[in-house]
């Protein structure tokens, strides 16, 4: 509604104040709604509608997962989304028992000189990204202090944590996406506050081009066939998931669509469907189809069928072949990776006649690229899928110095290391650490070296509590940007053994 729609007459007045509104607006109004809708439990509730309020708040610090801790004058302090330490803001807030919601932000009246304009229309709504409001260069610096701060948590002081390798341009680096259907059809992303919810989306700015091509010909095709996406709360509807990879290195894509059953017409249906992304997303080479009438929103890939084009698609990392399916884990952003892995084998310092363990090795992406260093490698995994995959890119890239077991680290690493133990351990636990058991028994190996792959500080600070008593010393803890506008942290910390426990 501008203020230009306005002619001269007796709405002149109105239209001026209109102006004058927007302006104002303009200058204390921040994101889009991020409104937390009420749950069907507490809807039309009175005493709930008349708890709500509106507060003024200063944004004090950052917490773990990208949000603010704000702070009322009375000593409320609570998480807000979207805004930035050193802001202040008027929101209006909601009181359920001894928790604080945030039903949305009225007016923000101090701003920090770190807030830039989000890229995305979608950002506030959109569950993707949580950071796009923040300037990169703050965004790395906040990533430097969580790993700080985790360390900290564990009792542990390192601050001369490295600067964050940061990516020269943060957008567009995804190579893998999940989109989800409105229940209109269109394709996109799950709400931030809301999992039933999908936020329609016209293009994604962490994603890769290709994929943001996908993105486009998967709504233009489901409006244009009149297909409805299903509805989580009902169970009904047809359109669920549309799994979209595109590799960075070949350009090569894949999308596996899932819907809730077949439909008559529907197989002529995603027939247009293949045509449409033939025409418009670059290196499209390969579609499953996969009917999944399952209850919840995970993604159910096994049963799915290829009706068009290769079964897998072609990546590159670190000079390295390797092939991926719908399901195959690989990490998502290809091109900091590739300084990701650099860095391992960097801090691993290999040569030719050591042995090296890989805990955690998933499709065994250090594992090989390790190998071509060193006399072995043993490659640690429990999801035997994974192991599978990577014995084959061992295969695929004529390497055959590596050996995988599929178990859990806490049992199969003192077993298959029993008698031979490593000169070096790499791992790259998931977000909830390798814990106390995993670490004792690297501790016991005597390894002199331990390069540690994170991507949660807190479980990196316990881990690395757990590991300093056996001899241990932290050398460099160097983060990596992996995940750009997102609040999610990866590191490398590189220790030594200088003492015998
Ligand atoms: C962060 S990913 C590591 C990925 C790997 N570095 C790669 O690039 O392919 C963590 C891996 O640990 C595996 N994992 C989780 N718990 C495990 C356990 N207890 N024992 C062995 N592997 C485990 C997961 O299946 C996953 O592949």
């Known amino acids: 509604m501008g203020s230009h729609a306005c002619t001269l007459s007796p709405g002149a007045i109105v239209c001026r104040r209109l102006a004058r509104y927007e302006k104002l607006l303009s200058l204390i109004v921040m994101q889009p709604e991020y409104t937390i809708k009420k749950s069907a439990k507490d809807g039309g509730n009175e005493s709930l509608e008349e708890a709500e309020r509106l507060v003024q708040v200063i944004a004090e610090e950052w917490t773990s997962n990208g949000t603010v801790w704000c702070c009322t004058k009375e000593g409320d302090r609570f998480e807000v989304p979207y805004l930035l330490p050193g802001e202040r803001a008027q929101l209006r807030i909601r009181r359920m028992g001894r928790k604080r919601q945030v039903i949305g932000e009225i007016a923000r009246t101090a701003t920090a000189a770190a807030r830039t304009q989000p890229r995305c229309p979608a950002f506030g709504r959109c569950g993707g990204c949580l950071l796009q409001h923040v300037a990169y260069e703050e965004q790395l610096q906040l990533k430097r202090a969580r790993v700080i701060d985790g360390l900290k948590k564990a009792g542990i002081s390192f601050p001369q944590v490295d600067e964050v390798w940061g990516m020269e341009v943060p957008y567009h680096y995804r190579n893998k996406m999940e989109f989800s259907f409105t229940l209109e059809g269109m394709a996109g992303l799950h709400a931030r506050a809301d999992w039933q919810e999908v936020v329609p989306l016209h293009s994604c700015s962490i994603a890769l081009p290709a994929i943001e091509a ?148 998933g499709v065994g992406t250090f594992s090989l690229a390790l190998a071509q260093h060193v006399q072995e490698v043993i490659g640690v995994e429990i999801v035997p899928e994974a192991v599978h995959q990577a014995v084959a890119n061992a295969k695929a890239n004529g390497i055959d110095n590596v050996r995988f077991f599929a178990g859990d680290v806490r049992r199969t690493f003192p077993r298959v290391t029993a008698g031979d133990p490593p000169d070096v351990v790499v791992l790259d636990p998931p977000r909830s650490g390798a814990g106390g058991k995993v670490m004792r028994s690297i501790g016991r190996s005597g390894a002199s070296r ?50 015998l426990p």
């Open 214 to 361: 996908a993105l486009a010909a998967l709504t233009a095709w489901s409006k244009g066939a009149g297909l409805p996406g299903y509805d989580r709360r009902t169970q009904e509807g047809l359109l669920r998931h549309a799994a979209v990879r595109s590799s960075f290195a070949t350009g090569e894509g894949m999308v596996t669509l899932s819907t809730q059953r077949d439909d008559p017409g529907l197989q002529a249906a995603l027939g247009g469907l293949v045509q449409l992304l033939q025409a418009q997303m670059p290196g499209f080479c390969s579609f499953y189809w996969v009917i999944d009438p399952q209850a919840g929103d995970a993604l159910h890939l096994q049963q799915r069928r290829l009706l068009f084009g290769q079964p897998s698609i072609q990546e590159r990392l670190g000079g390295l072949r390797y092939t991926l399916g719908p399901e195959t884990f690989f990490q998502t952003n290809t091109q900091q990776a590739e300084h990701l892995l650099a860095l391992v084998i960097d801090l691993v310092q290999p040569t030719p006649s050591m042995q090296i363990a890989d805990l955690f090795c």
């Open 450 to 499: 331990i390069v540690y792959v994170s991507c949660n500080p807190d479980s990196l600070g316990t881990d690395l509590a757990w590991l300093l008593p056996f001899g241990y010393e932290i050398e460099r803890v160097q983060p990596v940007d992996l995940f750009p506008q997102t609040p999610h942290v990866e590191s490398v910390t590189s220790l030594v053994r200088r003492v």
